[in-house]
C-alpha cells in the first residue's frame, strides 16, 4: 500500500521560509512525477510544483516560481518543497501527490494516483 506523509507545515511570518517534506512508503517507484498542490476552503486544489523522478526537471506555477523549490532524493523516496518569500496569500493545505507514469498534463490533479493527507501552512501579515 503506497503511503505519502507530509510534514514541515506550521505557521510562518510574510517574508519567511518553510520547507515541506513528502515520504513515499510502500512501493519503490523508478519514474514518473511528484507534485506538490494547495488547496484553501471552498477553492480547487491548485498546482504548486511538479519534479520528474528520472530527468529532474522541474515545473512550476506562476506564484511559485522564483520563490519555491521542488527537489526530490530518489534515495530516500522524498520529496522537499522549499518556500521562501512566503505571503499571506500562500496560506493553504498543502498536499504531495506521486505519479509512477510522467505526463505532461503534471499540473492537473487528476494525473496523480497517491496523495497525503496534506499539511497546513498559515502565512501571518
Known amino acids: 500500500q503506497v503511503q505519502l506523509v507530509e510534514s514541515g507545515g506550521g505557521v510562518v511570518q510574510a517574508g519567511g521560509s518553510l520547507t515541506l517534506s513528502c515520504a513515499v512508503s510502500g512501493r519503490t517507484f523508478s519514474s514518473g512525477a511528484m507534485g506538490w498542490f494547495r488547496q484553501v476552503p471552498g477553492k480547487e486544489r491548485e498546482f504548486v510544483a511538479a519534479?520528474?523522478?528520472?530527468?529532474?526537471?522541474?515545473y512550476y506555477s506562476d506564484g511559485a516560481k522564483g520563490r519555491f523549490t521542488i527537489s526530490r532524493d530518489n534515495a530516500k523516496s522524498t520529496a522537499y518543497l522549499q518556500m521562501n518569500s512566503l505571503k499571506p496569500e500562500d496560506t493553504a493545505v498543502y498536499y504531495c501527490a506521486t505519479t509512477g507514469a510522467w505526463s505532461n498534463n503534471y499540473r492537473s490533479r487528476h494525473v496523480y494516483n497517491y496523495w497525503g493527507q496534506g499539511t497546513q501552512v498559515t502565512v501571518s501579515s
Open positions: 519534479i520528474s523522478r528520472s530527468t529532474g526537471g522541474t
